[in-house]
């Protein structure tokens, strides 16, 4: 499969568990973008990478939030503390400058 | 701060019948538009684009969206809709040269009636 690949697919935590979701970007694209998803609303941008460099994120992203993408291909999103509103889809999605997104399936953070 | 709105939060139709979703953002400049589709239990998937050029563009399974900027919008458009076309719609909206970061409007969920 040369799409792009996010793990886990689900995930259930108790509140102030810390969590770490991984994406696994299309080879040749460079860019790399983090988003959350509710129910019954759009996805929101949460951060963005050119390369290994966060280029932007969120005024969204709490400083529970981070993320990183040390050498320029995998990406991770770590969320410290969890919050019952932190249960979201996070989607990661990929691409080269000037072209659409392509998403990945997701990861459903439930967190009770 | 830059928005997107899709009026239509669901919308029932017959097979055969048209279909136009409507699409509204707020930003004033140079802007890139995009419609993505979700099927149930699948993940987003890119209908069309627009970056330049032919304001009428045309995207993948018949679907099709025109560019006013005018009017702000980008309304996207299907003749002769399928029961298979049955999902999520989202248009998004990336300033130029803005790291290609979308915002998203909120979603139309279509159901085709067999």
């Known amino acids: 499969d040369t799409g792009v690949s996010q793990d886990p697919r689900h995930k259930i935590t108790k509140r102030g568990q810390n969590v770490t979701f991984r994406c696994d970007p299309i080879?040749?694209?460079?860019?790399l973008y983090w988003y959350r998803q509710t129910l019954g609303q759009g996805p929101e941008f949460l951060t963005y990478f050119q390369n290994e460099a966060q280029l932007e994120k969120s005024r969204l992203l709490s400083d529970r939030f981070s993320a990183e993408r040390p050498k320029g291909s995998f990406s991770t999103l770590e969320i410290q503390r969890t919050e019952q509103g932190d249960s979201a889809m996070y989607l990661c999605?990929?691409?080269?400058?000037?072209?659409?997104?392509?998403f990945g399936s997701g990861t459903r953070l439930t967190v009770v | 701060a830059q928005s997107v709105s899709q009026h239509n939060h669901h919308v029932i139709l017959s097979e055969a019948a048209s279909l136009e979703l409507g699409c509204n953002y707020s930003?004033?400049?140079?802007?890139?538009l995009f419609w993505y589709v979700q099927y149930p239990g699948q993940h987003l998937q890119l209908l069309l684009k627009y970056f330049s050029g032919d304001p009428l563009v045309k995207g993948i399974k018949g679907f099709e969206a025109e560019f006013i900027k005018s009017k702000f919008s980008f309304n996207l458009r299907k003749p002769s809709v399928q029961w298979s076309d049955t999902a999520e719609y989202f248009c998004?909206?990336?300033?130029?040269?803005?790291?290609?970061?979308?915002?998203f409007g909120g979603g139309t969920r279509l159901m085709v009636k067999p």
């Open positions: 930003y004033g400049g140079t802007v890139n």
């Open positions: 998004a909206v990336n300033k130029n040269n803005a790291g290609n970061m979308l915002t």
């Open positions: 999605a990929s691409s080269l400058p000037s072209y659409g997104y392509t």
């Open positions: 080879s040749e694209h460079n860019r």
